[in-house]
């Protein structure tokens, strides 16, 4: 078996089968029970547990189909039942965004869509979904740049006479 290095998680049991590996591991919550989404109480109570499929990339490099051990929780004043939040997997995904990441990365290392998806277990269509995503992403923060902090001077009375030419 490979030697599998996850931050966040216990290990229960991991796998390969030809160049794919596979791991079962439980999520370590860091920072005790969550408060409730609903009405924001902080004593919530372990209800259950329940498994979530995904794809990781350890520490190490490799990626594996996991299949994470979470718990839910029960909110006793409202009665709310929710999920905890997992660390590197945002809601109702399957990939982490460190996956994502790296087939970004092995995209711009020239390495063609079809050999990604054929060596990650994923479809093409979702390969390229993934590149357009982390692009789109890359250009929104290229081109949202913060305005400047410090108004300059002329600046100020440029305005200031606009202001007393109108009037």
């Not at 929710?82 to 660390?87: Q, T």
């Not at 305005?147 to 202001?163: A, Q, R």
Request: aromatic content about 10%; proline content about 3%; charged content about 30%.
């Amino acid at each position: 078996m490979p030697h599998v290095i996850f931050s966040y998680y216990g290990i229960r049991k991991t796998g390969r089968k030809g160049q794919a590996f596979s791991a079962s591991i439980d999520y370590i919550q860091q920072d005790g029970m969550p408060s409730c989404r609903r009405c924001g109480a902080r004593d919530t109570i372990f209800y259950d547990h329940y498994e979530r499929k995904a794809k990781l990339n350890s520490i190490d490099g490799r990626t594996y189909d996991v299949k994470i051990g979470a718990k839910r929780y029960r909110c006793p004043y409202c009665g709310h039942l929710f999920r905890g939040a997992i660390r590197g997997l945002r809601p109702h995904k399957r990939m982490s965004e460190i996956f994502k990441d790296s087939v970004a990365g092995k995209y711009l290392d020239g390495v063609t869509n079809k050999r990604m998806s054929e060596r990650l277990g994923v479809s093409q269509s979702t390969v390229e979904r993934i590149i357009h995503e982390k692009f789109e992403a890359l250009v929104k923060e290229k081109l949202n740049y913060d305005c400047p902090t410090i108004l300059g001077i002329d600046e100020h009375t440029m305005h200031k006479g606009y202001k007393f030419a109108r009037q």
